[in-house]
């Protein structure tokens, strides 16, 4: 996975959430552009808690982009833009 490929997918107005399937079968979902940050060979992940009303972030994962063997967009009504 390169780092423009995944940049674009976050980008993309409306944003929709987004499934990433790693090498280890691990599937993450990313439902706001905020809790990703892209790299030039890895991504950070903030997983937010779940008993929080907003995303606040309880645990980060950092992981190599070659591990990235899949994305797909969540389809689900898009998130609000606070541009």
Do not use: C, K, W
Not at 5 to 21: A, E, I, S, V
């Amino acid at each position: 996975m390169r780092p423009d490929d995944l940049l674009q997918m976050l980008h993309r107005q409306p944003f929709y959430p987004l499934r990433l399937t790693l090498t280890t079968g691990i599937v993450h979902e990313i439902r706001h552009p905020e809790l990703l940050m892209v790299g030039r060979s890895t991504l950070t992940m903030v997983l937010p808690g779940p008993s929080f009303p907003v995303p606040l972030a309880e645990e980060t994962i950092i992981v190599a982009l070659l591990h990235v063997v899949q994305i797909e967009r969540i389809h689900q009504a898009p998130s609000p833009s606070n541009n």
